[in-house]
């Protein structure tokens, strides 16, 4: 494979990959909401295992691209919004734990309980955390828009 072929393959690779993380995330936010049923727990603990798996891709593909695409890792290394980008992912990461948790947990209880339904705070608590997601996670493209221009390479 030549190295345009693996850089575009690269770049396409970890777009789709943000995409989709977006799109679990723009579904959480749907679904967790007042009025939350057990057939919506059950649906967003699944969804919410992809959200996990995405991200690991995510990381997975952006290292190898920042390594052997097209600008490499000399480039990317002393780029400060190349940084910015990955603790910013870090942080929306760390915001989705608590969602995580909850997910899990309201789902077991499900599993004793087949009536159980998460507490209205419980409910409101998550989508505070998806929502905090969603701000955060809005720096990346911006970020990402930045480093691809040049712009936090040192003087």
């Known amino acids: 494979m030549d190295f345009a072929t693996r850089d575009l393959l690269l770049a396409a690779a970890h777009h789709i990959l943000i995409f989709s993380i977006a799109a679990v995330l723009a579904f959480e936010v749907g679904v967790v909401r007042p009025g939350l049923t057990a ?62 948790i909850a997910y899990i947990r309201w789902r077991n209880a499900l599993k004793k309980d087949e009536s159980f339904l998460p507490a209205p705070a419980a409910v409101a608590s998550a989508r505070r955390f998806l929502w905090m997601e969603v701000v955060v996670f809005a720096f990346i493209p911006i970020f990402a828009a930045a480093m691809a221009r040049g712009y936090g390479m040192p003087s």
């Open 39 to 100: 057939t919506d727990i059950r649906r967003v603990a699944r969804v919410d295992a992809w959200y996990g798996i995405l991200a690991a891709l995510i990381i997975a593909v952006g290292f190898v691209r920042a390594i052997y695409a097209a600008k490499g890792w000399a480039y990317y290394s002393v780029n400060t919004f190349f940084w910015a980008k990955l603790i910013t992912f870090g942080i929306v990461g760390l915001l989705s734990v608590p969602p995580t």
